[in-house]
């Protein structure tokens, strides 16, 4: 749902019921810079379960005047780890209770999910090795696709498959490994090799980068700028113009862009403005 907090700001988040404990709004802060956790009327603690080796951490919010940007720092270690518990609750649309995760309750959208092997037997993720990249993957896997997973890192793209091919033998995987800050024409090539001769019916773009730090436009170094540009946009763009003839062809498929709440959230525009702009 969405609210306002004591600064104004709107927040997108998910009421998370952690037993009998408070509710807790987490804010969609961005893919990539992590959720920021904001305090709920006079509550000051709060325990966030993950699904990381770490079960569960606490967070200790005394100041309610800290600063946005200091409640995102002090969080960033949990935060890398929520990425595939978060993409879970969303694909699935239904409560959920494991023994590694807490019961998530949101309001249902009215029908029942898409079959997304309708769009054809394959699936493409790019930043696919880590955080709601790799969530993207597990789900898809459990529907039922074959996976061409995309990262820069082809020994996280190895440990990937191993652990999907673990729990889903039947399903077909192909990796590639592409930096798409590096030779962008090279890596597309490849992944316009991977996609031949099999039905891709699902797209995610999920790959992308941002500053190493919140840091005003002007801070910035040239190298970094290019580099986002290059990531967030040319290579999102460049893997749909090589997925998408094939779903022309067939009639039928489905993109996701994934984006972020900075493009939306005024107070982030000063410290991520190129990183906003590339993912609005």
């Known amino acids: 749902g969405t609210l306002r907090d004591e600064h104004g700001v709107w927040i997108i988040g998910f009421s998370l019921q952690l037993g009998k404990c408070s509710i807790l709004e987490v804010e969609l802060w961005g893919i990539l810079n992590g959720l920021s956790i904001v305090q709920e009327k006079q509550v000051n603690k709060v325990l966030v379960q993950t699904n990381s080796l770490e079960a569960s951490k606490a967070i200790q919010v005394s100041d309610p005047m800290l600063s946005r940007l200091t ?4 969080t960033h270690h949990i935060l890398k780890n929520i ?68 990262s820069r890192n082809l020994n996280k793209l190895k440990t990937v498959s191993a652990e999907i091919r673990a729990q889903f033998p039947h399903l077909k995987i192909k990796v590639v490994a592409q930096d798409f800050s590096g030779n962008l024409s ?17 797209l995610i773009n999920n790959v992308g980068i941002t500053y190493p730090r919140a840091m005003y436009f002007h801070e910035v170094e040239e190298e970094v700028v290019k580099g986002i540009i290059r990531v967030n946009l040319e290579g999102t763009t460049w893997v749909t113009r090589a ?12 993109i996701v862009n994934v984006g ?11 410290l991520y403005t190129i990183y906003a702009a590339t993912k609005a």
């Open 186 to 202: 090279a890596g597309v090539g490849l992944i316009e090799e991977a996609v031949k001769g099999v039905e891709v019916g699902v």
């Open 243 to 254: 997925v998408l003839p094939g779903m022309l062809n067939r009639k039928r498929g489905a």
């Open 71 to 74: 409640l995102i720092r002090r």
């Open 260 to 270: 972020s709440g900075a493009s939306i959230v005024v107070p982030s525009h000063p």
């Open 83 to 150: 990425g595939n518990w978060i993409i879970e609750c969303i694909l699935k649309k239904e409560n959920i209770e494991t023994d590694r995760m807490p019961k998530i309750t949101f309001n249902k959208e009215e029908g029942s999910p898409k079959n997304l092997k309708n769009y054809g037997s394959w699936a493409l993720i790019t930043g696919a090795t880590d955080g709601i990249g790799k969530a993207f993957a597990n789900q898809l896997a459990r529907q039922g696709l074959n996976l061409i997973l995309v």
